[in-house]
């Protein structure tokens, strides 16, 4: 936990200095918060266990589709999220999970907002399968800003390709973002065009390949936060003892500039009536873009449970390298490690994977 604190302090302070540089990336209202995406992946990992005798070293490969789709208006907003697994080891076992969480918002004013939603965990049809009902209230927004981040980038390709001599203005960055916030609308070449008649100039043949680059990167860059309380019950249960639950939960995300970003979550839960059983989740990563193909990201990640007798706790660093191949295809290296109670050594893993964007 003092790992994510600290996290959360250097993305405040590094968010002043993007502000003390005339763009802070946070101060942008897209036209319309939504996100719709749907890829395939796969990876090779070798995974090596926290017992000493290496009892349950593994080697296997896994294919998954994951989709999400996210909107936030004015008034209304949902979230959700599945995948569907297929692990390829000594066996082949396919794992689905298309629900894992899903909620519906109804804002109040501007911050204010009651959500009703469900979070699942397992597979469906087998006795692992956990599904909670929820309801409660929050308070917070998030925004996609990834236009203004993308406008930034275009006014450094622009000075650098010669076809302006100075950064552009934040009014200029506005408009920009605003045009580049349109491409579903407007498609490629509209965008090019519209960002054309906003300059006042001709791109030519090397602005275009070089806005290209920029406006065709997938990575997103959010901000805002939120806070919530809800109430629940586990109406599925692997252990058979449905329960009332409650759970509070925090989120943030901040695009502490154009190349790198924040995103932090917290979530506690426990069972009605209190009995000292509690579990908390926490995480925390930071997304740094070292080159227009390739994109690092440090996640840091906390899992803890508490019974009247014990406290149980996990601690995992992962370090993911992702390599841009083409608008769609990435590949992926990965490494992690994690420790913590019942560990007689940390565990490590090494994988090698690719991402598809299939929409």
């Known amino acids: 936990m003092r790992a994510l604190l600290s996290i959360l302090l250097i993305g405040t302070v590094s968010s002043g200095v993007a502000l003390a540089q005339g763009v802070n990336i946070c101060d ?35 294919l998954a589709v994951q ?27 396919f794992d689905i999970a298309m629900a894992s969480s899903a909620d519906v918002r109804r804002y109040l004013d501007e911050n204010l907002f009651l959500f009703g939603g469900l979070a699942s965990t397992g597979v469906p049809g087998q006795p692992d399968l956990a599904v909670t009902l929820l309801g ?44 580049i916030g349109r491409r579903a609308e407007l498609g490629l070449s509209g965008v090019l065009e519209e960002i054309e008649k906003a300059l006042g100039t001709t ?13 065709s990167d997938e990575s997103r860059r959010f901000c805002g936060f939120d806070l919530t309380a809800s ?82 706790q996990l601690h995992t660093i992962t370090m993911n390298l992702n390599l841009r191949v083409s608008a769609a295809l990435n590949l992926l290296l990965r490494t992690e490690t994690s420790w913590g109670s019942g560990f007689e050594e940390p565990s490590w893993g090494l994988s090698v994977g690719f991402t598809y964007t299939l929409y």
Not at 170 to 175: A, I
Not at 203 to 215: D, E, I, P
């Open 28 to 62: 942008y209202t897209p036209p319309r918060n939504e996100l719709f995406a749907i890829s395939l992946s796969g990876d090779y990992r070798y995974f090596n266990d926290r017992y000493l005798d290496n009892r349950g070293n593994i080697s296997v490969g896994n």
């Open 67 to 93: 989709g999400v789709s996210w909107l936030a208006e004015p008034e209304w907003g949902y979230r959700l999220e599945g995948t569907a697994r297929l692990e390829l080891g000594q066996a082949i076992r």
């Open 136 to 179: 409660g209230a929050g308070w917070g927004r998030f925004r996609d800003v990834t236009p203004l981040a993308k406008a930034v980038k275009v006014s450094e390709a622009l000075q650098q390709e010669k076809i302006i001599t100075q950064p552009l203005s934040s009014d200029q960055l506005q408009q920009i973002a605003q045009i």
């Open 203 to 215: 791109l030519g043949v090397r602005g275009v390949l070089a806005l290209q680059s920029v406006l």
């Open 231 to 312: 109430a629940g019950y586990e109406v599925l249960d692997p252990t058979g003892t449905n329960s009332a639950v409650v759970q509070a939960a925090a989120n943030l995300a901040r695009a502490l500039d154009a190349d790198s970003g924040l995103l932090a979550n917290a979530l506690w839960q426990a069972d009605l009536p209190f009995t000292g059983y509690a579990r908390l989740t926490a995480s925390a990563s930071y997304t740094r873009l070292l080159s227009p193909t390739a994109v690092l990201t440090a996640l840091y990640g906390f899992s803890g449970r508490q019974s009247p007798t014990e406290m149980t």
